[in-house]
């Protein structure tokens, strides 16, 4: 019984003795370089962004304005064949900063390809990452037959089918669906229009809520024929709608652009509980990301004599 009484104080006395304790979420400021790089097949003009760590003032990051520019000597994307310069040049935003951009027109980067990222500083030091672009997603509609058949059973499955068989597996994906129709009551050239469909409409105080697609590790959406037929009846409330097709496009991230995204940007929180860390980074002596991204799009064409029935 004794020693029961003295472990609990004790037990007692460092519980006390850490309640006396300072704590602090920052930890020691590392001024290192921070990239930001997400190479993507589809676009003619590859862009790397370079700026530095900063120590704000208090706990809130978004506290820190003044802007530091990195000291890089050269930017090197390379695969297993070539090497390729990037180009520098500043850029002066709204908020009277400037960022230090580097970009590349001959680089045009294949899916399924290694790519190794090598910066150099003016001191010598190095900051290196490699990655492998994912695979293009391929996209594929199943049921889109059946789809537009007055029907509220009746779903449409988009899928990233290429992706979903062919290595290397993206991190994950997102995968949207648009309404592309014209205004049949505009005078001269008539501007085509996108609607977004969502996966569902959530009943809500005031009137109907769409929920749309979100980043995720899914390869496929299922986009039930109800959302698609409620969100013709929003279009057809605005204006007359001469309703063209349906076109979808896949979105297919390696795991370092989507565990980023989904670290850096997921939570609806704009502080860290660190400050002195980042959330994610796959920079070796830096921090920030290196990643890649794919991309498809399918349309298909909406049936004159279905558009009918949905009242």
Not at 88 to 106: C, G, H, R, V
Not at 231 to 242: F, Y
Not at 290 to 296: V, Y
Request: proline share 6%; hydrophobic share 40%; charged share 20%.
């Amino acid at each position: 019984m004794n020693r029961i009484l003295v472990s609990l104080i004790i037990l007692l006395s460092i519980a006390l003795l850490c309640c006396d304790s300072d704590f602090t979420p920052k930890g020691e400021f590392r001024d290192k370089p921070v990239v930001y790089a997400i190479l993507d097949p589809s676009q003619s003009v590859q862009f790397i962004r370079i700026s530095r760590s900063y120590d704000p003032p208090g706990f809130n990051p978004l506290a820190y304005t003044a802007g530091k520019t990195p000291d890089i000597d050269s930017v090197i994307v390379s695969n297993r064949l070539f090497k390729y310069v990037f180009i520098d040049t500043l850029i002066q935003k709204a908020d009277s900063k400037q960022y230090l951009l580097f970009y590349s027109t001959e680089l045009q980067p294949e899916a399924g390809q290694e790519y190794s990222l090598r910066i150099t500083r003016h001191d010598g030091g190095e900051i290196n990452s490699n990655i492998i672009i994912p695979a293009e997603p391929g996209l594929d509609m199943n049921g889109a037959r059946t789809y537009f058949r007055t029907n509220e059973q009746n779903t449409l499955i988009i899928s990233a089918a290429n992706a979903m068989n062919y290595p290397p597996t993206p991190g994950g994906a997102l995968i949207r669906m648009w309404i592309q129709w014209v205004d049949s009551l505009s005078a001269g050239l008539k501007d085509t229009v996108r609607t977004e469909v969502p996966l569902y409409y959530e009943t809500l105080t005031g009137g109907l809520v769409p929920i749309f697609p979100e980043l995720n590790r899914d390869l496929s959406v299922v986009f039930p024929y109800n959302a698609f037929a409620e969100t013709v009846r929003v279009i057809r409330r605005k204006t007359r709608a001469l309703f063209l097709n349906v076109i979808s496009k896949a979105y297919c991230l390696d795991r370092n652009a989507y565990g980023y995204i989904q670290i850096a940007h997921g939570f609806n929180d704009p502080l860290s509980f660190r400050t002195d860390l980042p959330d994610f980074s796959n920079i070796i002596y830096g921090y920030g990301v290196f990643g890649g991204i794919t991309t498809d799009s399918l349309s298909i064409f909406i049936p004159r004599t279905i558009l009918k029935d949905i009242q």
